[in-house]
């Protein structure tokens, strides 16, 4: 089964500053997808970037972009030019690829807070 | 682009109650989609495939009996919590995606609070 890993509970990060969460992931699939998720106090799921394991390239969405190193099984994530409204909690996905829908295994999440 | 509804957003009930929540696709036919149960400050854990037209696929350590899955159509798919208890007191939500790349798109939630 695979399994999403998030390392750092928490996190801060000065208004306008870089952060980056980490993700690592452990699947023996060669091919798969991975995503990053924001949850605000809404509790609602909101995607922020994704990326497919078969494109090298790092995708990249406005200020938020990811390092994905795929030998590593990484799949970091750096909001650059942090804004207020960055804080929430983040989740890092995984997504098999399949004949069917495949669910998204979840990592446990970091939670940023962004200092005024 | 797609979107997901899911009602009622909050629930407040006796225990003993059952209680249905209803998941819809607005403008996607959805013939998968996934209900997640998440506690308070933890990640979503997947509860349940459901798949339309045939029976849900539920997670190891998931009661089929306590969490009733219905997928009847293409864009509605339901959860009935039965016989709630206050052990069952947390937050649901569904998700519904086109295959592959297409992210999830999830709704926004059950809060379920069972005195």
């Known amino acids: 089964a695979q399994t999403v890993t998030q390392s750092q509970p928490e996190m801060s990060v000065q208004e306008a500053e870089t952060v980056t969460l980490s993700c690592t992931y452990d699947?023996?699939?060669?091919?798969?997808?991975l995503f990053w998720y924001k949850q605000p106090p809404s509790r609602q799921m909101i995607l922020v970037i994704r990326?497919?394991?078969?494109?090298?390239q790092n995708a990249t969405e406005n200020r938020f972009s990811v390092n994905f190193q795929k030998a590593a099984k990484s799949f970091s994530l750096k909001i650059s030019d942090s804004q207020l409204g960055d804080a929430a909690m983040y989740f890092c996905?995984?997504?098999?690829?399949?004949?069917?829908?495949?669910?998204?295994?979840f990592g446990k999440g970091t939670r940023l807070s962004v200092i005024a | 682009g797609a979107v997901v509804s899911q009602h009622p957003s909050r629930v407040i009930c006796k225990s003993g109650t059952s209680v249905k929540i209803e998941c819809r696709s607005l403008?996607?036919?959805?013939?998968?989609m996934f209900w997640y149960r998440q506690f308070p400050k933890k990640s979503l854990m997947l509860m349940a495939t459901?798949?339309?037209?045939?029976?849900?696929?539920?997670e190891q350590g998931v009661e089929k009996d306590k969490f009733l899955i219905n997928h009847a159509s293409l864009t509605l798919s339901t959860l009935t919590v039965t016989s709630a208890h206050p052990e069952d007191s947390s937050f649901y939500i569904c998700?519904?995606?086109?295959?592959?790349?297409?992210?999830?798109?999830f709704g926004d939630g059950t809060r379920l609070s069972i005195l």
């Open positions: 699947t023996s699939e060669s091919d798969y997808y």
């Open positions: 996905a995984y997504r098999r690829i399949a004949g069917r829908n495949t669910p998204l295994v």
């Open positions: 459901s798949n339309e037209g045939s029976k849900a696929t539920y």
């Open positions: 998700s519904a995606s086109l295959a592959g790349f297409q992210p999830q798109h």
């Open positions: 990326q497919e394991a078969y494109k090298q």
């Open positions: 403008d996607f036919q959805a013939t998968t």
